[in-house]
């Protein structure tokens, strides 16, 4: 499924959890393009996290006093990670050559008892292009709830990043959050410091303003989070990409602390914006 608009390509790959398979702008890459025939959301541009984001410690959680238990969902990984929408199959609801909408349903099974449905609504506009996700509660009761996305940017030695966070958090060795330390612990991130590294970065900027700037060989452009409070950083040693994930809680929130919860019918929402 591909659009051009306003010298935006996208290209959506709706049975591949509702990923991007590629974004450009003037045949600049701005997400990490999918390779041919990609068959792991993983190897997309980018991701939805519906309905929770990042790790739940070993899939287990209580929540209004019952307990419950999530198959691991990422190989041997002991954490259930990224939610249920980046496994299944989104359905294209809506298209025209500048917006489409792609929608996942969720029945209450597989561990997740609550039903829900998501949408993504993705804009291409003059200079910007949209992801819009929202998850709304379908279940008879209240549900915990967390949305994000998943964005994967090419990264070189040119690559640069500059956003402002009020604490980082360090991680164990399955990247749980242990505790919270000054956000320049990784990087001057505030002062716009180069991205490629030698070292692990996978850990959440709690107090997040909600914006970021992103250097590249071809140009810059910003992105901004709406209904984002946290910007999980997640930087591979020596990878030629980087993910800056606009998120709505920390990892293990419905553990923690911090998850939104939502009744029957209500709605979360949150954006990410790219504008070039």
């Known amino acids: 499924m591909k ?9 959506l790959l709706p049975a591949l959890g509702g990923s991007v398979g590629a974004l ?23 991701f939805p996290l519906v309905p929770y984001a990042n790790r739940i410690a070993h899939g287990r959680f209580v929540f209004d006093g019952q307990h419950y238990h999530l198959p691991r969902n990422f190989g041997e990984h002991p954490h259930s990670l990224h ?3 980046w496994q299944a199959e989104w359905a294209a609801i809506g298209a025209d050559e500048d917006h ?17 449905r998501a949408e ?27 949305i994000g996305l998943h964005p994967y940017f ?17 991680a164990d060795e399955t990247m749980l959050p ?19 590294g030698t070292t692990l970065i996978d850990n959440a900027y709690d107090g997040w303003d909600g914006s970021a700037g992103i250097g590249q060989r071809w140009g810059a452009f910003a992105m901004r989070g709406k209904g984002a409070r946290v910007l999980h950083l997640y930087r591979p040693p020596g990878a030629d990409f980087f993910c800056a994930e606009p998120v709505s809680h920390l990892p293990d929130a419905v553990n923690r602390g911090g998850m939104d919860v939502l009744g029957p019918g209500a709605t979360l929402t949150l954006e990410m914006t790219l504008s070039v």
């Not at 659009?3 to 290209?11: D, K, R």
């Not at 506009?125 to 967390?146: C, E, H, K, N, Y």
Request: charged letters at 15%.
């Open 100 to 116: 489409a909408t792609l929608a996942h349903a969720h029945d209450g099974g597989a561990g997740w008892p609550w039903a829900y």
């Open 83 to 85: 939610g249920l929408g």
């Open 24 to 46: 450009r702008y003037q045949d600049n890459d701005v997400l990490r393009p999918a390779p041919d025939g990609a068959g792991d959301a993983l190897a997309t541009g980018c």
């Open 120 to 146: 993504q609504r993705f804009t291409l506009a003059p200079g910007q292009m949209r992801i819009a996700l929202s998850l709304t509660s379908m279940a008879d009761t209240p549900m915990p709830a967390g």
């Open 154 to 170: 090419p990264c070189d030695t040119e690559t640069c990043l500059t956003f402002t966070a009020e604490r980082v958090w360090r």
């Open 3 to 11: 659009l051009e608009a306003h010298g935006w390509g996208l290209e």
């Open 178 to 196: 242990t505790e919270p330390a000054p956000a320049e612990t990784f990087g001057d991130w505030s002062a716009t410091a180069p991205v490629a």
